[in-house]
């Protein structure tokens, strides 16, 4: 891996309220041990918060912050959010308000 490379993902802020997420991996097992292909694994809709932008400014003028952080898993709507490739991963960038929940544990 390029030193360049791990320089520009570490330098990746997403801009105004978008938050950067890292889909979890897809079940390649079902619960009684069947291997499952690929067409039959649902879309993934949990990911990981890997970056969040400092917040969109609202009609007052104030910085409204983005209410994830960095490290949380979120709850993804089933389509949307832009598909971006930082050092060879898939990452998808969505607005704050697009993301529907965040786990608690």
Known sequence: ??????WAFRKFLPMFDRVLV???AAETMSKGGIML???SQGKVL???????GPGA???????QPV??????TVLLPEYGGTKVLLDDKDYF??????ILGKYVD
């Open 67 to 72: 209410c994830v952080k960095v490290g949380e």
């Open 57 to 63: 400014v609202n009609k007052s003028g104030d910085l």
């Open 93 to 98: 960038l969505f607005r704050d308000a697009d």
């Open 46 to 52: 949990q990911a990981t918060v890997v970056a969040v």
């Open 37 to 39: 292909p690929e067409k």
């Open 1 to 6: 891996m390029s030193d360049w490379l791990l």
């Open 22 to 24: 890292e889909r979890l």
